[in-house]
């Protein structure tokens, strides 16, 4: 009976350190595979959006910013305190320079006299004008953080949408440089049938065994881009680095169209939807308020304040204070001209730097637009380069299989395929890589598909 009792026992305790286990492992295997479906170009880029590192750090920025409102409001609100204080002191009575009736002329010491004093005190503007400018600068300053903190969002879109494009890329390239392991393998095997068969010569199969390990080591460089561009989608996409994902398109499934893009409209898009520009023109609005908020300190403040305690020693009586302050500002040494003229400074610095923004902004769409339309052009053009490299291949192949030429033919043909290949792979990402700079020039790029 107590072997079975242990056993049961024992049998309980692995249960119960299996489930624990699996409890704490669980979160770490989510963690893992936060990513649980194949990612799109513009999944990656909303992805990146919410929860790169850049992106999360500038919305605290945002928070930061809209706190400081509160602040601000706090000049308009009532301030309500307390305090309880029990003291003792003890005089000297030469030191009222005022001779009292029966003290010692000479200085005699009273005391100590013990009081304790309890209050609660109160405050509250009325009228401050400059209070009033400084909550609006307050708000027009947080919500130049929230469109900066949007920028900073649609900057890592673009940093992952073009790791995403990079890891097609090395996709397309592993893919390409597969092909021509596969044909310089057929090359070699077909070198070495006609060596034994009689036809061939041993110097084909040197020139095949070369081609073959040539492009063996570029396969291996592609298989290590592949894997560096992995880590480089992830950590653009702030995800562990232990997490697997998976593409939904390859590089050469995605479109490639002929499209006609109106140049003004895609300006006056990017001058309406660009966070940046929103930012700045918050900036400069901001800092204009700051300047008549320091104005509106020349103006007066109306203010009311009040306490109500008990003090006494062994009896306690209540007291009071109160009163209603009216203050004039009349000279502060020219302090307050100074910061105006700071203030200043500081919105013209900020509405050069917006005019030149601006002026970016369409050199950006404008060069975007030149990009897009001459990488379209050239993946046209290197698409035919691809389809007249791979029928040369086929040619050569046929006439060094019926003997009329050597293989030497057939490696140049197909060098010349390996390069195209890399040409078709490059253009298309160029072309893509266009479309994504073209969506940052105009503020869309967590809008792509």
Same mark, same amino acid.
């Given at each position: 009976?107590?072997?079975?009792?242990?056993?049961?026992?024992?049998?309980?305790?692995?249960?119960?350190?299996?489930?624990?286990?699996?409890?704490?492992?669980?979160? *770490? &295997?989510?963690? @893992? +595979?936060?990513?649980?479906?194949? $990612?799109?170009?513009?999944?990656?880029?909303? =992805?990146? %959006?919410?929860?790169?590192?850049?992106?999360?750090?500038?919305?605290?920025?945002?928070?930061?910013?809209?706190?400081?409102?509160?602040?601000?409001?706090?000049?308009?609100?009532?301030?309500?305190?307390?305090?309880?204080?029990?003291?003792?002191?003890?005089?000297?009575?030469?030191?009222?320079?005022?001779?009292?009736?029966?003290?010692?002329?000479?200085?005699?010491?009273?005391?100590?006299?013990?009081?304790?004093?309890?209050?609660?005190?109160?405050?509250?503007?009325?009228?401050?004008?400059?209070?009033?400018?400084?909550?609006?600068?307050?708000?027009?300053?947080?919500?130049?953080?929230?469109?900066?903190?949007?920028?900073?969002?649609?900057?890592?879109?673009?940093?992952?949408?073009?790791?995403?494009?990079?890891?097609?890329?090395?996709?397309?390239?592993?893919? *390409? &440089?597969?092909? @021509? +392991?596969?044909?310089?393998?057929? $090359?070699?095997?077909?070198?070495?049938?006609? =060596?034994? %068969?009689?036809?061939?010569?041993?110097?084909?199969?040197?020139?095949?065994?070369?081609?073959?390990?040539?492009?063996?080591?570029?396969?291996?460089?592609?298989?290590?881009?592949?894997?560096?561009?992995?880590?480089?989608?992830?950590?653009?996409?702030?995800?562990?680095?232990?997490?697997?994902?998976?593409?939904?398109?390859?590089?050469?499934?995605?479109?490639?169209?002929?499209?006609?893009?109106?140049?003004?409209?895609?300006?006056?898009?990017?001058?309406?939807?660009?966070?940046?520009?929103?930012?700045?023109?918050?900036?400069?609005?901001?800092?204009?308020?700051?300047?008549?908020?320091?104005?509106?300190?020349?103006?007066?403040?109306?203010?009311?304040?009040?306490?109500?305690?008990?003090?006494?020693?062994?009896?306690?009586?209540?007291?009071?204070?109160?009163?209603?302050?009216?203050?004039?500002?009349?000279?502060?040494?020219?302090?307050?001209?100074?910061?105006?003229?700071?203030?200043? %400074?500081?919105?013209?610095?900020?509405?050069?730097?917006?005019?030149?923004?601006?002026?970016?902004?369409?050199?950006?769409?404008?060069?975007?637009?030149?990009?897009?339309?001459?990488?379209?052009?050239?993946?046209?053009?290197?698409?035919?380069?691809?389809?007249?490299?791979?029928?040369?291949?086929?040619?050569?192949?046929?006439?060094?299989?019926?003997?009329?030429?050597?293989?030497?033919?057939?490696?140049?043909?197909?060098?010349?395929?390996?390069?195209?290949?890399?040409?078709?792979?490059?253009?298309?990402?160029?072309?893509?890589?266009?479309?994504?700079?073209?969506?940052?020039?105009?503020?869309?790029?967590?809008?792509?598909?």
């Amino acid at each position: 009976m107590t072997i079975s009792m242990t056993a049961r026992m024992t049998f309980g305790s692995r249960i119960l350190s299996a489930i624990l286990l699996l409890a704490f492992a669980a979160p *770490a &295997r989510a963690q @893992d +595979s936060a990513i649980t479906h194949p $990612l799109t170009l513009g999944d990656a880029a909303r =992805l990146a %959006a919410r929860q790169n590192a850049s992106a999360i750090q500038a919305r605290y920025r945002a928070e930061q910013a809209s706190a400081r409102i509160m602040q601000s409001r706090s000049d308009l609100l009532p301030s309500v305190s307390g305090y309880a204080e029990e003291n003792g002191r003890s005089f000297n009575t030469a030191t009222f320079g005022i001779p009292f009736p029966g003290f010692d002329p000479r200085g005699q010491v009273i005391g100590p006299v013990n009081l304790f004093d309890v209050r609660g005190k109160i405050s509250e503007n009325f009228l401050d004008f400059a209070a009033l400018q400084r909550v609006k600068s307050a708000r027009t300053t947080a919500r130049a953080f929230g469109a900066t903190a949007e920028n900073e969002a649609e900057i890592s879109a673009q940093n992952a949408a073009s790791a995403y494009l990079r890891a097609q890329r090395a996709d397309a390239q592993l893919g *390409a &440089r597969q092909a @021509d +392991s596969v044909l310089a393998d057929s $090359l070699l095997g077909i070198s070495r049938e006609e =060596l034994r %068969a009689g036809v061939g010569v041993a110097l084909d199969v040197t020139r095949a065994q070369s081609q073959f390990a040539s492009v063996r080591a570029q396969l291996i460089v592609a298989r290590n881009e592949r894997d560096r561009a992995r880590l480089d989608l992830l950590r653009a996409l702030g995800e562990p680095l232990t997490a697997n994902v998976t593409l939904a398109d390859s590089l050469t499934k995605l479109d490639v169209r002929d499209t006609t893009i109106d140049e003004a409209g895609a300006i006056e898009a990017a001058m309406h939807a660009r966070p940046d520009l929103r930012a700045a023109d918050e900036q400069i609005r901001a800092a204009q308020q700051h300047v008549t908020a320091i104005k509106a300190e020349r103006l007066p403040s109306l203010s009311a304040f009040g306490d109500y305690g008990y003090i006494g020693d062994q009896r306690y009586l209540g007291t009071y204070d109160w009163g209603i302050q009216l203050s004039i500002p009349i000279f502060d040494g020219l302090h307050r001209e100074g910061r105006i003229e700071e203030a200043k %400074a500081m919105a013209n610095e900020i509405d050069v730097r917006r005019r030149d923004l601006r002026q970016q902004v369409a050199i950006e769409v404008r060069g975007a637009l030149l990009d897009l339309a001459s990488a379209r052009q050239e993946a046209d053009a290197v698409r035919e380069a691809l389809r007249l490299a791979q029928q040369e291949v086929a040619q050569a192949q046929e006439r060094f299989r019926a003997g009329v030429a050597g293989n030497a033919d057939v490696i140049t043909a197909s060098l010349a395929l390996n390069t195209a290949r890399t040409q078709a792979v490059d253009a298309l990402a160029s072309y893509q890589g266009a479309k994504v700079a073209l969506a940052r020039a105009v503020g869309s790029v967590t809008t792509l598909p």
